[in-house]
């Protein structure tokens, strides 16, 4: 019995190798060059459900800043982003609620949900410019937050940073 086992061990082993270790290999590098060449780049990621859809392209696309492209997420795979929505579904990510801002960096996908703070303002579904604007203050908030520097070399620049504008507004 044992035997057997690792018989069928020794001939299965290179086969799942030859084909896994391939396919894990090119995924990651597939990321790793969406990543280099997209880094910077902000995705809204939306979903038609829950009733989204209206308030969405009634208030929250129209506020979007130009550089800022949507993505909805449907069951059938977007044609235009497979792998940005295949490294959403296979991350943490892929938990958020949405609508979310994807911002790409060199180093990882960084996300901030929408959902919580556009709750309060998604019963007003029609056309409105103070939705709108309410929209554009919520997503320059995220995009400021995902930009911001983090980390622990991040964090003593911003801890540097503020005694050294101090010193000059001083003199």
Do not use: D
Request: a positive charge.
């Amino acid at each position: 019995m044992i035997v057997s086992v690792c018989i069928y061990l020794v001939i299965a082993l290179p086969v799942l190798i030859a084909f896994y270790v391939p396919a894990r290999l090119v995924e990651s590098l597939t990321l790793r060059l969406f990543r280099r060449r997209c880094a910077g780049r902000l995705y809204l990621v939306c979903s038609r459900r829950h009733n989204w859809h209206e308030f969405l392209t009634n208030n929250l696309i129209p506020a979007l800043p130009n550089y800022i492209e949507v993505i909805w997420h449907l069951r059938e795979r977007s044609l235009k982003y497979p792998v940005l929505l295949k490294r959403l579904a296979s991350s943490r990510i892929y938990g958020v609620p949405r609508p979310y801002l994807v911002l790409v960096t060199r180093r990882a996908l960084l996300c901030r949900s929408l959902n919580g703070p556009l709750q309060q303002i998604k019963p007003h579904a029609k056309k409105s410019t103070v939705t709108r604007q309410a929209c554009s203050k919520l997503i320059a908030e995220a995009e400021r937050k995902l930009r911001a520097p983090s980390g622990p070399h991040a964090r003593k620049r911003a801890n540097t940073a503020p005694s050294h504008q101090s010193t000059q507004r001083s003199s």
